[in-house]
C-alpha cells in the first residue's frame, strides 16, 4: 500500500462524553497513514484537558483563542494539513474501520477529485438504528441542489485535484453544504459510494434536530450565497424537503 498521507480534520467544542469513541474510530482504521487534526474551539467542559492526553506521533491538537465556530475551526485545520487526501469528522460522529480504506480505493478507481458515502443514523451511544441514507453513484451541481445528501463526516478529497481554498468553508450556516456546492459549481463531480462507513450519531439537543432552523439555512443558502432566483429555489427545496423527510423515518 503506497504511503499516501490522510489528514483528518476534527473541530471540537464541549463534546467530553463523545471524544474518545471518536479518535479510537479513526485509530481503528484498516488504512495506517493518517495524521488526526483536533481543533479546539474553546471548549469549557473539559474536552481541552482531554485532548492534551492524546497528542502524539499522529495526533496533533490546535487551540482557536476565541470560539469561533466549527466552519473556522475546520479551516485552521485545513491550513495545518500535510497529506495528499483530506477528510472531515465531527467530533460526535464515528466512522467503520475500513472507511479510509474503501473511499481511498473507490477515489482511485474512478480518478474522483471528491468522494463521499452512506452513513446509519446513530444514538448517543453510537449504536446504529438501522436507518441508512443511501447515495447514489455521482452527483454534479445541479443534483446537488436537490439532494443534500453529501454528509460531512463521508467525504474524502484529493489535494492533488483541489486547493486548500478550494474547501476553506464559508461563515455561514450550513457552511458544509455550501462548500459542497462551491466545488460542483466550479465543475467537478462528487462521486458516491454506496456503503454504510459512517455513524451519524444525534445528540438529542443537536443543531441539526432543529427542523426549522434547517429549514431557514438551506433557503439562505438558495436564495443569498447561491443567489437563485426564487422561484428555481423553491423548485430545488421540494426536492430537498422530500428526500430529508424520507431520510429520517
Keep these: 500500500m503506497e504511503k499516501e498521507i490522510v489528514s483528518i480534520i476534527v473541530p471540537v467544542y464541549n463534546v467530553r462524553s463523545y471524544l474518545a469513541d471518536t479518535i479510537e474510530t479513526v ?20 474536552t481541552k484537558e482531554l485532548l492534551a492526553g492524546y ?14 465556530g466549527a466552519a473556522k475551526a475546520r479551516n485552521r485545520g485545513i491550513d495545518a494539513a500535510s497529506g495528499r487526501y483530506l477528510a472531515f469528522l465531527d467530533a460526535d460522529d464515528l466512522w467503520a474501520p475500513a472507511k479510509l480504506e474503501r473511499e481511498i480505493a473507490y ?35 445541479k443534483q446537488a441542489l436537490k439532494n443534500t445528501i453529501i454528509f460531512t463526516t463521508t467525504v474524502l478529497f484529493d489535494m492533488h485535484q483541489l486547493t486548500k481554498e478550494d474547501i476553506r468553508m464559508p461563515a455561514v450556516k450550513s457552511e458544509d453544504t455550501a462548500t459542497w456546492w462551491r466545488i460542483l459549481r466550479s465543475g467537478y463531480t462528487a462521486y458516491g459510494l454506496d456503503e454504510v462507513l459512517a455513524y451519524y450519531r444525534r445528540p438529542a439537543q443537536s443543531l441539526s434536530s432543529n427542523k426549522l432552523e434547517a429549514i431557514r439555512r ?8 447561491e443567489g437563485l432566483p426564487r422561484l428555481y429555489s423553491a423548485y430545488n427545496f421540494c426536492f430537498y424537503a422530500v428526500r430529508t423527510v424520507l431520510r429520517r423515518l
Excluded at 481503528?28 to 467542559?45: A, G
Excluded at 499522529?58 to 470560539?67: E, F, T
Excluded at 438551506?218 to 450565497?225: D, N, S
Aim: proline letters at 3%; glycine letters at 6%.
Design 27 to 46: 485509530r481503528n482504521q484498516t488504512y495506517p497513514y493518517w495524521e488526526l487534526i483536533l481543533v479546539d474551539d474553546c471548549s469549557t467542559d473539559g
Design 55 to 68: 497528542e502524539g506521533e499522529q495526533i496533533r491538537v490546535l487551540y482557536q483563542d476565541c470560539n469561533q
Design 107 to 141: 477515489m482511485r478507481d474512478k480518478k474522483a477529485a471528491f468522494v463521499f458515502c452512506s452513513y446509519e443514523f446513530a444514538d448517543e451511544a453510537g449504536i446504529g438504528n438501522g436507518k441508512i441514507a443511501h447515495v447514489p453513484t455521482r452527483l454534479c451541481y
Design 218 to 225: 438551506i433557503w439562505h443558502l438558495y436564495r443569498r450565497v
